[in-house]
């Protein structure tokens, strides 16, 4: 592995721990800003149709991080695969006595690593 995708596996987490401290604490400006503004993006919470287009998605986050009651939801285990200037990050979301599997997908971007899709499911039953 070359130091560059070290460095960018790392930052990649970092933006990853972003997004799930914003979640955990309801911070939507913190979760505005994680967001790409460049690319486009999209979401597919647990139970809800899939949602693309960034203020959908923006309006999205505000509902459960604004009007609803944020889980307490923390990333276990997470894996990030680099490809040049995006990247994939698979992980477990553990909230509470729920688990569930999540990918978020981000881009470098001239500020840093952005969110262009989070997608979260009901892990089957084993």
């Known amino acids: 592995m070359t130091q560059s995708t070290t460095r960018a596996k790392s930052a990649v987490l970092a933006a990853n721990e972003a ?3 914003a979640f955990r604490e309801g911070d939507y ?5 994680l967001w790409s503004t ?3 993006v999209t979401v597919g919470h647990p139970g809800w149709h899939h949602i693309t287009g960034r203020d959908e998605v923006m309006e999205s986050w505000y509902r459960i991080l604004r009007l609803g009651r944020p889980p307490k939801v923390k990333a276990i285990d997470p894996n990030v695969i680099v490809n040049g200037r995006s990247a994939m990050v698979t992980c477990i979301e553990d909230v509470g006595e729920v688990r569930l599997v999540a990918t978020n997908t981000f881009v470098e971007e001239a500020k840093g690593w952005k969110l262009i899709g989070h997608q979260a499911q009901h892990l089957p039953d084993s």
Request: glycine fraction near 0%; aromatic fraction near 18%; charge should be negative.
């Open 19 to 21: 997004f799930y401290a």
């Open 29 to 33: 400006s913190a979760m505005d800003a």
């Open 38 to 40: 460049e690319h486009q």
